[in-house]
T-cell receptor, first 110, second 114 residues
Framework: TQLLEQSPQFLSIQEGENLTVYCNSS?????LQWYRQEPGEGPVLLVTVVTGGEVKKLKRLTFQFGDARKDSSLHITAAQPGDTGLYLCAGTSGTYKYIFGTGTRLKVLA | EPEVTQTPSHQVTQMGQEVILRCVPI?????FYWYRQILGQKVEFLVS????????KSEIFDDQFSVERPDGSNFTLKIRSTKLEDSAMYFCASSPTGFGNEQFFGPGTRLTVL
């Protein structure tokens, strides 16, 4: 069974701080996605990474896919209260089945 | 901007009753998915659907569940005989192409089984 473990589970930081969220698995994924979910809403895609070692940037967010395509990280620079939310990674191994991670709940305090 | 819609937003039912959750995917998308999220837990894949048939399903998607695309716009999830543990948020998603592509999620239907 494929599993994606995210760490930390909860993170509370002050505005302006940097943070990194991790998504780890013992399985290889052909692509991995990061989503952000607000309470009462569906997940919204932030980025898709498909190549081992790939780095993508989205404004203050930097996403990296591990060389072996088993792990990924999300780094936020100078966090803002608007970054508060649940961050989810999701992977697929080349099928139509997506496995979601356990989630990291981020709270950025003003 | 096109979006996935789901109805109802909240469904309350008695244990043992049948429920149908409805979704309207984005019009030119070809792949459709159902997920569920039990309160406080992670998002779980239920089923993917393409070309009018199931592409993949999880262990959760047993004989109590079925999906259908009855016309060109709706995509439904039926639970034949609901159980207490079926209480969850159910999300529909669609994508223009298959794996590795962006999935657009609907706002979800909160199912409460009493």
């Amino acid at each position: 069974t494929q599993l994606l473990e995210q760490s930390p589970q909860f993170l509370s930081i002050q505005e302006g701080e940097n943070l990194t969220v991790y998504c780890n698995s013992s399985s290889v994924f052909s692509s991995l996605q990061w989503y952000r979910q607000e309470p009462g809403e569906g997940p919204v895609l932030l980025v898709t990474v498909v190549t081992g070692g790939e780095v993508k940037k989205l404004k203050r967010l930097t996403f990296q896919f591990g060389d072996a395509r088993k792990d990924s990280s999300l780094h936020i620079t100078a966090a803002q209260p608007g970054d508060t939310g649940l961050y989810l990674c999701a992977g697929t191994s080349g099928t139509y089945k997506y496995i979601f991670g356990t989630g990291t709940r981020l709270k950025v305090l003003a | 901007e096109p979006e996935v819609t789901q109805t109802p937003s909240h469904q309350v039912t008695q244990m043992g009753q049948e429920v149908i959750l409805r979704c309207v995917p984005i019009s030119n998308h070809l792949y459709f998915y159902w997920y569920r999220q039990i309160l406080g837990q992670k998002v779980e894949f239920l089923v993917s659907f393409y070309n009018n048939e199931i592409s993949e399903k999880s262990e959760i998607f047993d004989d109590q569940f079925s999906v259908e695309r009855p016309d060109g716009s709706n995509f439904t999830l039926k639970i034949r005989s609901t159980k207490l543990e079926d209480s969850a948020m159910y999300f529909c998603a669609s994508s223009p192409t298959g794996f590795g592509n962006e999935q657009f999620f609907g706002p979800g239907t909160r199912l409460t089984v009493l």
